[in-house]
Structure formats: structure tokens, C-alpha cells
């Protein structure tokens, strides 16, 4: 049985009575099997054990969580790559890196054009006073580094 603190979602130890993160008390921790599957028994909030099928807890009011399996996404050396080559060299407008580590192509490819698109439009190399040009190059880092980093963080991606 694994406890994962219901405020932070770090792991709590066995031998603990609190999370080392937060202080949150473990009796409100959620409780994960070896599976990977919550333990729906108890009051993720309170710890006040409900019945099944009930959706809120009697005692706080909390909605319950549903039991689903939880994979952790450890950050290998592939993730790692790819969120230095998603952040970095859009750092400087050039988008779509991290992509294609992890090999999505279209989207890698998609995000290469936008970067043609802007390097023929307004060369980064040349300053511009233009607030629309600056605003239109901060906003495409953030997506692009954000599309990113949803797919590098999701359990799904082997």
C-alpha cells in the first residue's frame, strides 16, 4: 500500500504521519495498491470512511474520487531531450524541436512552418519595435513550449 498526499501529491512513507512537503496528515492521504489503483474506501479531505457508491463524503461535503489507475511519469533521458529542445531554441523562435523527439512529426513540422513563416515575416535577428510582433512571439513560445510539455508529461507516452 503507497500513500500519495491528497494536497502536493508527493509519496508519503510508510513510517510517516504527515507529508514531509506540506504537513498534510496521512489519514487524509489517498491510498494507492500495487496496481496503481485509489482506494475509494476512504475520504481523500477528511478520512472519514464512506460507503461505496457514494459520490460526496457525509462528513465534509467533499466530491469522492473515482478510482482510476495512476501512473507516475518518471522523466527519462528521451523526456529530458525533448523539454530542453522544446524550450531552449524557441527560446530564440525556432519551434517544433521538441517534437519530433518525441516523434510527433506533424506536429514538429507544423510548428517548423510557423517558424518560416515568422523568420520571412519578421526576422528575429532584426529588432522591431512592434508590440503585435513581440506579443505574437511570446505567445507562440508559450504554446509551443506548452504542447510540448503536455505530451512529454503524459503517462501514455512510452
Known amino acids: 500500500m503507497m500513500y500519495i ?3 502536493c501529491g508527493n509519496q508519503i512513507p510508510d513510517d510517516a504521519d504527515f507529508c514531509y512537503y506540506c504537513g498534510c496528515l496521512k489519514s487524509k492521504a489517498l491510498r494507492m495498491d500495487d496496481n496503481g ?3 475509494t474506501e476512504r475520504c481523500h479531505v477528511c478520512g472519514e470512511p464512506v460507503k461505496g457508491g457514494e459520490s460526496f463524503c457525509t462528513k465534509c461535503g467533499a466530491a469522492l474520487v473515482l478510482e ?3 501512473v507516475p511519469v ?3 533521458g528521451k523526456r529530458i531531450i525533448a523539454l530542453i529542445l522544446a524550450t531552449v531554441p524557441a527560446f530564440f523562435n525556432i519551434f517544433g524541436l521538441g517534437h519530433f523527439v518525441m ?3 506533424s ?3 507544423m510548428f517548423l512552418a510557423i517558424t ?3 523568420c520571412i515575416l519578421c526576422p528575429f535577428w532584426v529588432p522591431s519595435t512592434s508590440f503585435f510582433v513581440m506579443i505574437l512571439r511570446v505567445g507562440l513560445f508559450m ?3 506548452f504542447d510540448a510539455m503536455r505530451y512529454i508529461y503524459s503517462p501514455e507516452v512510452r
Do not use: E, L
Request: glycine share 4%; hydrophobic share 40%; net charge positive.
Open 5 to 7: 498526499c491528497s494536497q
Open 37 to 39: 489503483h485509489i482506494d
Open 68 to 70: 482510476r489507475p495512476m
Open 74 to 76: 518518471r522523466m527519462d
Open 103 to 105: 516523434r510527433q512529426w
Open 107 to 109: 506536429r514538429g513540422f
Open 116 to 118: 518560416a513563416i515568422m
Open 143 to 145: 504554446y509551443s513550449v
